[in-house]
């Protein structure tokens, strides 16, 4: 299994060029030539090669990070205290599922008696006899404020909302999922990975594989399609089926964590869990943040 540095390379802070294999002892090499390049002094020793550096991209980032919140320190994204981008007290008032009374299968906030999203004849209509997912669940309910923590987070380029909301989400994981061989994430389309300078689904499967000690494997790619948020349920269906691949060449294992950000009507869980299965996934625990 890879260890927590390989996991979250962005929580690792960079400690230079690691230092390469020794050299066996062996005779001298060979004297190099001393041509000249074309418009050199006359005997001039070759340039030699330029030693490797250290990458002073991750400096620039984290002095500009330090910059950033000097001058405008995190605030909580729900009441904008400042200090950090979720407050212990916007923590304690978050509209928590309880499991109890949750659907065992999809996880729908009231479902445990009789569920109103995946009982077999709402999912008729839309082609299916129960979700292909072997179960689903998500810590908060979708209201306004949790909203607003993912809008924060993913429109608005609050990173640092990963960690806390991941957090939550390995909370809410059943035990038995920890026995699962990968998280996988549904990732973003190109146009919104542009447009925000992140996958949002990503960070939160990177945050969760180092929380769970579970292997993140990105398998998943997506094609171009349409922006979700103003279909219906129906239209979501319809645009997300066979709108997701499997990356060419990537081994699907057989127990997968797929991890998203909310789940509204299920189509995006549904059609992700539908390209694993077909390329040999047995088992689909679906993990989201909220649960309309």
């Known amino acids: 299994m890879a260890t927590h540095s390989e996991q979250l390379p962005l929580f690792d802070p960079a400690t230079g060029i690691a230092d390469g294999p020794a050299l066996a002892a062996s005779a001298p090499a060979p004297a190099r030539s001393r041509?000249?390049?074309?418009g050199a002094p006359s005997g001039a020793r070759p340039r030699s090669p330029a030693r490797p550096r250290p990458s002073e991209r991750r400096w620039r980032e984290r002095a500009f990070e330090v910059v950033a919140e000097t001058l405008w320190p995190t605030r909580c994204a729900v009441c904008d205290r400042p200090g950090t981008p979720l407050c212990p007290d916007c923590i304690a008032s978050l509209p928590y599922i309880d499991s109890l009374l949750a659907c065992p299968r999809c996880g729908a906030p009231f479902g445990r008696v009789q569920c109103t999203e995946c009982n077999r004849v709402l999912l008729a209509a839309?082609?299916?006899?129960?979700?292909?997912?072997?179960?689903?669940t998500s810590p908060l309910v979708l209201t306004e404020k949790v909203r607003r923590i993912v809008t924060v987070y993913k429109d608005q380029g609050e990173r640092s909302l990963a960690r806390p909301m991941a957090s939550l989400m390995a909370r809410a994981t059943p035990p038995p999922w920890l026995d699962d061989d990968a998280v996988a994430f549904v990732p973003a389309t190109?146009?919104?990975?542009?447009?925000?300078g992140f996958d949002h689904a990503e960070h939160l499967a990177r945050e969760l594989s180092w929380l769970l000690d579970v292997d993140f494997t990105p398998l998943l790619a997506t094609p171009r399609r349409l922006d979700q948020r103003r279909l219906g349920r129906i239209e979501r269906i319809q645009n997300m089926r066979e709108a997701l691949r499997v990356l060419p060449g990537a081994t699907v294992p057989d127990a997968v964590i797929l991890v998203d950000d909310v789940c509204t009507?299920?189509?995006?869980?549904?059609?992700a869990t539908e390209a694993l299965k077909a390329q040999g996934a047995r088992t689909i625990h679906a993990l989201t943040f909220a649960r309309a």
């Open 126 to 136: 839309f082609g299916y006899e129960e979700p292909p997912y072997r179960q689903a």
């Open 190 to 196: 190109a146009a919104a990975r542009r447009r925000r």
């Open 265 to 271: 009507t299920g189509s995006t869980l549904f059609a």
């Open 35 to 38: 041509q000249s390049r074309p």
